[in-house]
């Protein structure tokens, strides 16, 4: 079978159907999670901001909550969450607020303003009531990593920088596809029994390939992320869904989003921010927390939600975030294609599950889903260890031993950090050793520099890139024998750091920005290199 | 909300562009590869502690807090503060012997001044050394500061309190443990010069311990019970119309700086009060509220070295242009450079090593210098020169005491003879 999509649906699908014996080639045309799957808040949602709402999804988050907080322990962050309502919004709503979680099984327990602010200082000191719920943070990256992880040692292939540019059809039957190779423009098919459409917004393109129909509705979501973290609880507004209400503590920093507007599919691929958006990110952000007005943001990016459009809501956001499965055999009775798309990040192991249910079922496959209980790679221990050896083990690690442990959880046992030089940091804002970029680049299919960010938050800190994305060019360089490869893979890492930072690009962050260019066009003379290319095209 | 507020965060964090300059002046990195340097310890360190304070690094705890990268720093970055407060949140439990010994310093010192000669052959003894670093982890090989045999608040009362009111203009005098208990001449050195150009002095009233080595050593608490006396005794004298003159500039960094920043007190209303004993004589000299008279005989070939926290106030200035006004004494200026005692920290079994390989290029520059004294104004780096040079160190202060010709200064500024 060939899943399409490395996004954290795919990625989810391929483990499942490689957990259950499956042949499993996942093709994915950037990298893994470069579309919604990396473009989002990194909520572990309770299903509270649901509950009102959309039962049925609340209900999916729930149980999803409690299922990944045990099988993606180095993903997951509990750090619980508040509901707020501040002097502008109705009091009212928070008790039918409170019935709706503890209907779908949520628990939610009121506070007053007081305990509220003791248990997360950072909130705003006006509100006026407050509920506390089992949200958490994820790491998305980390999550579709170890999903593919787990599904390459069980047998799974995976071409990242692969795209599906024709779905191969005999009669009424897609029996495959055709991949291009990225880098070299290469042409390949692929045989399979079924191919599972798992490829968010782009799963439309995908299905129409196909010759079938999925009217999907793209939604673009802005976010920014503050340079370091302001608050330890996610933190909610208490009112119907609304623009920029979820402020999540994320790895080391913190985030608000989201806006919700409704895009061309001409634009799915652009992700800009615009200076509105910003605007109403920070006016609404500051409402949750107000030291955000004084907090440097480093930088703004946008994802675009796969929503299935099964009403005219303009603004989508009561649309359902409920799971669509479809079988296109049934559907339009075209065999052998699975569409699974709908659902939320935090959702995509039951997605997977009903996708891979429905492939067994036309594969006459009888093994059960054990996803819910079987731990991803890496998840085996707790950061801490809860012992007090475990605590006295971890603090006596060096920075890169430590950042790779809190990041990969027991699979850093895989990093050898044997030299002294294995344990120089690359990146020093996120404490990302050498030994970690060498591990990224062996197992965690991560081919250029921006594929090692996802894989390590390599350039994810402060200076973004400034101090880092050289120093791991060199170790790429180093392992590949590819220094003009590398050299290449620099400019177009700063080029998107560039391009998150320039939508809120004042105060230190403009600074950051500007010693950055100084850095690599001035010192590096990457800046006359990229002209040295223009000129040869001129 | 003013806007130069915006985007401040504490100890400005946030404002740090990764340039990395800190790390370059850093003495610490120069020598030892398991500190992780003030960039990597403060601005970046702070963000994976603010996640998880696990993330910690003990490697933090070879800091000298000396203030060289907030000195570097060209966006503001108090990174020395952020290290010290990661370092003083981490310490859990009490600390050990040594750490209280080494930071009592005024119940040390008081029982020591009165037994002082049993002390100081004691700590003279390489046996005893060697037996104290056996038992609480003191370096042998480094030589303790002697303890004088009475105390300078002692010899003040006995001998100068009374007289001090005959004189029109007044201070008040912050002596320091060391001047108390170590050193007494330097504090009788500063009320013959300040009567001689007409300020009579007085002390605090039941001043304490500035706190800096009690906060070094992970006893914040009480570094805070001795500041908020200390800042009692301090706006009454500033009500008074006094400013306060200290003659450690580690002292005084403490009490404008380490007060605000590492305790949270707020001392701004007394901050510009508080100075140093260089400072306000040069001061007054430069705007004619004092003369001075000096020795025709007077030679000396002096090496200034700029002790850390005088280099963060940015007041060596005042020091060497204070030396600059002695005929007869040459100036050389040492490149401002760690000499890697930093308090307390030389004296310890495992920062002995670097301490010194800190101080390796300085002391070698000394000993290269032509001149026969050094001047500091910091009583650490006093010791460690002293113990690790073949030359004698004396405080600024010192020797404008032995430069100065203390009768026709007193006939100068229109002081009578008593």
């Not at chain 1, 968010?200 to 079938?212: F, K, N, T």
């Not at chain 2, 002697?146 to 010899?155: G, I, K, N, V």
């Not at chain 2, 890697?340 to 390989?357: H, I, L, P, V």
């Amino acid at each position: 079978m060939v899943v399409v999509g490395g996004g954290v649906t795919g990625a989810g699908v391929a483990r499942d159907c490689a957990l259950r014996g499956l042949r499993v080639l996942l093709v994915e045309r950037h990298d893994l999670a470069t579309g919604a799957s990396g473009r989002n808040h990194g909520l572990l949602h309770s299903g509270a901001r649901y509950a009102v709402t959309d039962p049925e999804s609340a209900a999916e988050c729930v149980g999803e909550n409690h299922i990944l907080r045990r099988i993606a322990r180095h993903c997951v962050e509990p750090t619980d969450g508040l509901f707020i309502t501040l002097p502008e919004d109705d009091l009212d709503y928070q008790r039918l607020f409170v019935e709706s979680c503890h209907r779908v099984g949520i628990e939610a327990e009121r506070l007053d303003p007081a305990e509220a602010l003791a248990m997360e200082p950072a909130v705003n000191p006006s509100i006026v009531g407050a509920v506390r719920v089992p949200d958490a943070s994820i790491d998305p990256f980390r999550l579709v990593a170890s999903n593919v992880l787990d599904a390459r040692l069980h047998g799974a292939e995976v071409l990242t920088y692969h795209e599906v540019v024709e779905l191969l059809r005999e009669g009424d039957r897609i029996v495959g596809v055709r991949v291009r190779n990225a880098a070299t423009g290469e042409q390949r098919e692929v045989y399979c029994r079924i191919v599972v459409n798992a490829a968010g917004i782009w799963g439309h393109l995908i299905a129409r390939r196909a010759g079938v129909e999925i009217a999907m509705f793209p939604a673009k979501g802005s976010l920014l992320v503050f340079g370091h973290r302001v608050n330890h609880m996610v933190i909610n507004r208490c009112r119907k869904p609304a623009d920029a209400d979820i402020l999540v503590p994320g790895d080391t920093i913190s985030l608000i989003g989201t806006t919700s507007k409704r895009i061309s599919f001409d634009e799915i691929d652009l992700n800009e921010v615009t200076a509105e958006e910003v605007d109403v990110l920070l006016r609404e952000g500051t409402k949750l927390c107000p030291s955000l007005a004084t907090t440097r943001i480093l930088r703004a990016y946008a994802g675009v939600r796969p929503l299935v459009a099964d009403d005219n809501d303009p603004l989508g956001r009561s649309i359902s975030r409920g799971i669509v499965c479809l079988d296109h055999a049934e559907r339009d009775g075209l065999e052998g294609l699975v569409t699974i798309t709908g659902g939320k990040l935090m959702t995509y192991r039951l997605m997977a599950e009903r996708a891979t249910d429905l492939v067994c079922r036309k594969l006459g496959i009888t093994s059960l889903c054990t996803t819910a209980t079987t731990p991803l790679p890496g998840s085996k221990e707790e950061l801490k260890g809860a012992s007090r050896r475990g605590r006295k083990e971890f603090l006596s690690l060096r920075a890169g031993e430590k950042g790779a442990r809190g990041r990969h959880g027991d699979m850093a046992e895989n990093i050898r950090f044997e030299r002294s030089k294995d344990r120089a940091l690359v990146c020093e804002c996120e404490q990302v050793s050498v030994a970690e970029i060498r591990y990224a680049i062996e197992s965690l299919n991560a081919d250029h520099l921006v594929d090692l960010r996802r894989r390590t938050r390599l350039g994810m800190g402060t200076c973004q890139g400034h101090l880092c994305a050289m120093r791991a060019a060199g170790v790429m360089a180093e392992m590949r024998g590819d220094a003009e490869g590398a050299l290449a893979d620099v400019a177009g890492f700063i080029d998107e750091r560039w391009r998150g930072v320039r939508p809120v690009a004042w105060g230190a962050s403009l600074v950051e920005a500007q010693f950055t260019q100084w850095f690599y066009d001035g010192v590096c003379g990457l800046g006359d290199r990229n002209n040295d290319s223009d000129k040869k095209e001129e | 909300m003013k806007l130069e507020h915006k985007n401040i965060s504490e100890n400005n964090f946030e404002q740090c562009t990764k340039c990395t300059i800190c790390t370059l002046y850093c003495p610490m990195v120069e020598v030892n590869p398991l500190y992780p340097g003030p960039k990597q310890s403060g601005p970046d360190g702070e963000r994976y502690r603010l996640k998880e304070p696990m993330y910690y690094d003990e490697g933090l705890n070879y800091c000298l807090n000396c203030k060289r990268c907030e000195i570097s720093c060209p966006s503001g970055v108090r990174i020395g503060d952020i290290i010290a407060l990661a370092k003083v949140r981490n310490r859990k439990g009490l600390p050990t012997v040594r750490d209280m010994l080494l930071s009592s310093t005024v119940s040390v010192g008081s029982v020591a001044t009165r037994m002082s000669g049993l002390v100081n052959r004691s700590l003279e003894s390489e046996r005893f050394r060697r037996g104290l670093e056996s038992m609480v982890g003191i370096d042998h090989r480094h030589t303790l500061p002697r303890y004088a045999e009475e105390s300078f608040e002692e010899w003040f009362r006995r001998e100068a309190a009374e007289k001090q009111s005959c004189y029109s203009r007044r201070v008040s005098y912050f002596h320091g443990c060391y001047a108390n208990y170590n050193d007494p001449a330097l504090g009788r050195e500063l009320v013959e010069v300040l009567n001689a150009v007409g300020y009579g002095v007085r002390l605090l009233e039941g001043e304490r311990c500035c706190g800096m080595v009690k906060i070094a050593n992970g006893r914040k608490e009480r570094a805070m019970r001795d500041a908020k006396r200390n800042l009692v005794a301090i706006r009454r004298a500033v009500a008074e119309g006094d400013k306060v003159v200290a003659t450690s500039s580690s002292c005084t960094f403490a009490l404008r700086d380490e007060y605000q920043y590492l305790l949270g007190l707020d001392n701004e209303d007394v901050k510009d009060s508080i100075t140093l004993i260089t400072r306000f004589l040069f001061r007054q000299w430069e705007r004619g509220n004092i003369k001075f008279a000096f020795r025709e005989d007077f030679r000396m070939r002096v090496a200034y070295h700029s002790a850390c926290h005088i280099e963060r106030l940015g007041w060596a200035i005042y020091s060497t242009s204070l030396l600059r006004l002695v005929p007869g004494l040459e100036l050389e200026m040492l490149p401002s450079r760690c000499c890697g005692m930093a308090g307390t920290y030389g004296f310890k079994r495992e920062n002995y090593d670097y301490s010194q390989a800190i101080g390796r290029p300085l002391f070698d520059l000394i000993e290269a210098s032509g001149a026969e004294v050094v001047a500091t104004d910091c009583e650490s780096c006093k010791w460690n020169i002293e113990r690790s040079t073949s030359k004698r160190v004396m405080h600024p202060l010192s020797i404008l005491a032995a430069a100065l010709d203390m009768e026709r200064t007193r006939e100068l500024n229109g002081v009578m003879d008593k």
